[in-house]
């Protein structure tokens, strides 16, 4: 399978570009471009930010995930808090990052 | 599936630790995965991180010092700038990981030290 | 080489670009079809990044 050319990844890294993370997403969905989403490390507080909802609601459900480790790390209960927007199987490992990067034929970094 | 080369940039000592799983992760995936610690922001050297970092070299890939020596027992590969510069030429892939570099020393707080 | 002449290269600045990162876009950019797009300069226009970002063989996205 080679990268989708239609299809945007977006690697979030920071815990401060949630307004750039959902700009960036509904301008492409509105370009007619799919989406696809993972948050990592301290960038998975954004999941309390109250757009959050709204970025997950933008995306079809295998297309958006955060890393669960990190989540455990920052402190949350991975099984009793799962984000609002989020189902627990789009509490991933590191390998949805991976499939990013195989399956999207752009990338963003925020 | 085509194996990429990817660095991640790592200029914040509050995030490098992570970005080198980050890094390892996509090893795992088969891709040749570089991080480069940058400004001597690294991280506490955990044996998690050492074991990341022996992993990853294990997979291909490699794990840089920019700017500073590396700390003692810890082996990281030198790199100036314009090296840096000229490998990412040939990237598919370069994430600024996390933060950029704080311009304030750490407070005993949350210092390594 | 034909294909480096070729390559487009967006550079996106998340915040004002220190030196040292000026100086790998310089490299990065050496003999490529290089763009930028400032995030942190106003309010960003997300369809002409979204736009930029597909036109691109690769985006880079500074801190």
């Known amino acids: ?110 | 599936m085509e194996s990429k080369k990817i660095f991640f940039l790592l200029p914040n000592r509050m995030y490098s630790g992570d970005a080198v799983r980050s890094t390892l992760g996509l090893s795992i995936e088969n891709h040749f995965s570089y991080s480069v610690f940058m400004y001597g922001e690294f991280p506490k050297f955990s044996e998690y991180v050492k074991e990341n970092i022996d992993w990853i070299r294990d997979m291909e890939g490699d794990v840089f010092t920019m700017g500073a020596d590396a700390p003692e027992g810890i082996e990281l590969t030198p790199i100036t700038l314009e090296e840096l510069g000229e490998k990412m030429r040939e990237a598919d892939f370069i994430i600024p990981y996390g933060l950029p570099k704080q311009s304030k020393t750490p407070p005993p707080a949350c210092s390594e030290e | 080489m034909s294909d480096e002449q070729q390559m487009k290269i967006l550079q996106v600045y998340r915040s004002e670009p220190t030196e040292d990162v000026k100086k790998l876009v310089e490299i990065l950019n050496r003999d490529r079809d290089a763009k930028e797009f400032k995030l942190y300069d106003g309010d960003p226009n997300y369809d002409v990044l979204v736009q930029m970002i597909f036109e691109a063989d690769q985006t880079v996205s500074w801190w």
């Open chain 1, 1 to 110: 399978m080679s990268a989708d050319p239609n299809k945007l990844g977006i690697f979030v890294t920071s815990p401060q570009n949630m307004k750039h993370v959902l700009g960036v997403a509904t301008a492409a969905v509105r370009a007619g471009r799919k989406v696809m989403v993972f948050f990592t490390f301290k960038a998975v507080h954004l999941t309390k930010h109250p757009d959050f909802v709204r970025l997950a609601n933008l995306c079809e459900l295998e297309e958006i995930a955060i890393c669960a480790d990190s989540y455990t790390c920052e402190g949350y209960d991975v099984e009793k808090d799962v984000p609002k927007g989020l189902v627990p199987r789009q509490m991933r490992t590191q390998a949805f990052h991976g499939g990013i990067i195989d399956e999207c034929g752009k990338y963003l970094v925020l």
